[in-house]
Each structure stands twice: as C-alpha cells, then as structure tokens.
C-alpha cells in the first residue's frame, strides 16, 4: 500500500509529493491533465516571494517560505529566487488599509521604507502614481519561477522515488477502515492518506465526504507589455486599491535570456480578482480585451514609457470566501486532508508542502487554515479578497 496519494500536482501538490519524499513516506501523485499544463494557476513564469502581508500570521509564515526555496535551491542545485525588491501602493483613500502592514511587518521585526511620491520618484522614476500616494518599500521582495518551480519539485519527487502519474482523473475518494481508496480514471488506487490539492476540481471530491468547499472560481488574465530597458532595475510591485494591480520588472527564468522585443524589455502585470466567475472545466480561455484595456489603462496612467501588449494568458483563481488557505483535514476523516491555496500561495508552494506534511506526521491544524472556520462555512460570510 502506498503511504501517501496526493491528487492534484500543480505547485502546491508538487511540493507535497516533494516533502513526502524528502521524509521517507512512499507517494503516488495523480494529474488528471498533463504535467505542466495551463488549465490551472501554476503555469508561465514569475510569482511573488515577499514578507509584506496584512496579518502577522502571513508575515511569519514568510520566514518559512523563504528558508523553503533555500532548501529547494540547494536540493535541486537551481538558483529560483531572484531579489528584486517590491513596492506596495497605497494611493489616496485606497481601499487596503496601509497600517494592517505596516503593523504586521512591526510585529514581525520586518523592516520596510515608507515613501511618498517624490521619494519613491526619486529611486525610480518609471513610477507615476497620483499624488498622495504612499510607498511601502521592502528590499527582500523576490521573483520565483512559477513551472520551472513545481517542474522542479516534480523532479526532485520523483528521483526519490515518487510515482507521478499525469492524465489520470480522480473520480472518487472513499475512506476505509484502513486508509482510502481513490476511484479513478486508469483503476483503483489504495493508500494510508490522501493529500487533495484539485484547486478548482477540490469541491467535487470533498462534497461526496459531507464538505462541499464554496470556492469562487475565477478566469484571471496576465499581460505582458513592452517597457524601457530601465525597467530591468525595477522591484515587483502591488497597487493596494480596488481594483487591484500588480507587476513584475523584465525577468529571466533561470537558464533562460531575459525577455527582450526588439530594444524593449517586458513587464508582466494582471489585476488582482477581475475576472469573470467560471468553474475549471468550464472557462473560455480567451483572451478578454475589457480586462486588457482595464489593465492598460491603469498602467499607462501610473508607469512612464509602457508601450504595447506582448502577449496575454489566462490562469484560474480559487477563492476562499475570507482568502484564507486550507492547510486541514476533512472533518471527520483524518487520513483526507484538503489543501488549499486562495489564489496567493505559490510563494509558499514548498513551505505548503511542508505544512500538509505536518498534518500527516500528526502536527495539529491552524486554526487560521482548519475547514470547519466561518469563511468555510458560513453561508452568510461576506466575501473579502482584498489582501
């Protein structure tokens, strides 16, 4: 029998295949796509690695997501973290409030730079945002490669031992006295736990055990566009407003040559939870132009020199009501345990692995992460994804 089964292996599966291994559990992994595919959120390139966060319980878990890609880096023998530095903005009256993080990196001991617009002018001049404006600077910001990293754990599972199996659907998860049974599209497949990271499909499998999960899922564009070649020394940043924006400078995925058009470079950018609601089978996968003159509009009005559309792609988000992860198991089934990641967790894709892997090794559940909280259950719990 095999010790672990995890179904999903997009990022946050990858990495708990990854950390199973590393721990001497034997593990089968089941995609129902293709490994690498970009049906769902772990595809393209560059993600966000930062300790700005708007609780204190998120600033701390950074420090483990940050020491986690370090192990990852030397596991793998990969350089994936590149510091950038990251800008947060704040502009008038905006509709995330600046002191949640600035007292949660306070509370942490995380130090940080606020500016205003002449300051932050002065450092990078590519920036125009309204005046009134405030910056949050922290020098420790850093890009991650989003396939390159869940590739790599992928590797790093399977040369431990791991048997990943793409293209094969879970239909079914039964609990046994003894473990579980995983009904699925190639057979039965019978281990002591089941970790479930399906993202948009966790639902199905869930529901059937008496917890449905409501995910709101979305279809969510990114775009690159051309910028100056000064752009190459720009840090991430996130527009802390309703909407919400946030981008990357010019990045090369290493092994790769740094994006270049012609004597351009490439800034990557998306807005934050604009798109429309779609399940994971059912999304069109087109390109939006009504989100694509947003997004242009927003970045012509706030960046110096930003030229023309590159290209766009479209990825999933699976919202929690309350944009809190699920690190937890089903109530009342131990050896089924959901993980979750509310649309901002592959910057802590090795440190979840991680974290899922405590709950095997019998660790207690966060009560911040447990699937029986109010955002979970709550039918009447207002919807907040504005972090």
Not at 160 to 177: F, K, S
Request: contains cysteine; aromatic residues 10%.
């Amino acid at each position: 029998m095999t010790n672990i089964a995890i179904v999903g292996l997009g990022a946050l599966g990858s990495a708990a295949a990854w950390e199973a291994t590393r721990r001497g559990y034997s593990v089968v992994g089941l995609e129902q796509f293709e490994l690498g595919h970009e049906r769902g959120a772990s595809h393209d390139t560059s993600r966000i690695l930062r300790h700005s966060y708007h609780t204190p319980h998120y600033v701390e878990l950074t420090f483990r997501a940050y020491d986690a890609w370090a192990e990852l880096e030397a596991d793998s023998g990969i350089s994936l973290v590149t510091q950038t530095g990251g800008v947060d903005f704040f502009p008038p009256g905006a509709a995330i409030d600046m002191s949640t993080y600035t007292a949660s990196m306070d509370a942490v001991g995380i130090p940080y730079d606020v500016l205003d617009n002449a300051a932050l002018q002065e450092r990078w001049p590519q920036f125009t945002p309204p005046e009134g404006t405030t910056s949050l600077y922290q020098e420790r910001s850093s890009i991650v490669p989003a396939a390159l990293g869940t590739a790599t754990m992928q590797r790093l599972a399977r040369e431990r031992g791991a048997d990943l199996r793409d293209r094969t659907r879970v239909e079914a998860i039964e609990p046994t006295a003894t473990g579980v049974r995983l009904i699925t599209s190639d057979g039965v497949v019978t281990a002591d736990r089941c970790i479930v990271t399906a993202d948009a499909w966790t639902s199905a499998l869930t529901s059937p055990l008496g917890w449905p999960i409501p995910l709101t899922v979305t279809e969510e564009q990114i775009t690159y566009v051309t910028v100056p070649p000064t752009y190459a020394d720009l840090p991430l940043w996130i527009w802390m407003d309703d909407p919400s924006f946030y981008g990357f400078p010019s990045y090369a995925v290493p092994g790769t040559a740094m994006e270049r058009v012609g004597p351009a470079m490439t800034m990557k950018a998306a807005e934050d939870c604009g798109g429309p609601t779609v399940t994971g089978d059912e999304r069109s996968g087109e390109i939006d132009p009504i989100m694509l003159d947003r997004l242009m509009g927003f970045l012509r009005s706030n960046f110096a020199g930003v030229g023309d559309v590159v290209r766009s792609k479209r990825c999933l988000y699976s919202l929690t009501a309350d944009r809190d992860f699920v690190i937890s198991p089903v109530p009342g089934y131990d050896n089924v345990i959901v993980g979750l990641g509310a649309a901002h967790a592959f910057k802590f894709a090795p440190a979840f692995g991680g974290m899922l892997l405590d709950l095997v090794d019998g660790k207690p559940v966060d009560p911040v992460f447990q699937l029986d909280r109010p955002g979970i259950t709550d039918p009447a719990y207002e919807a907040n994804w504005l972090v």
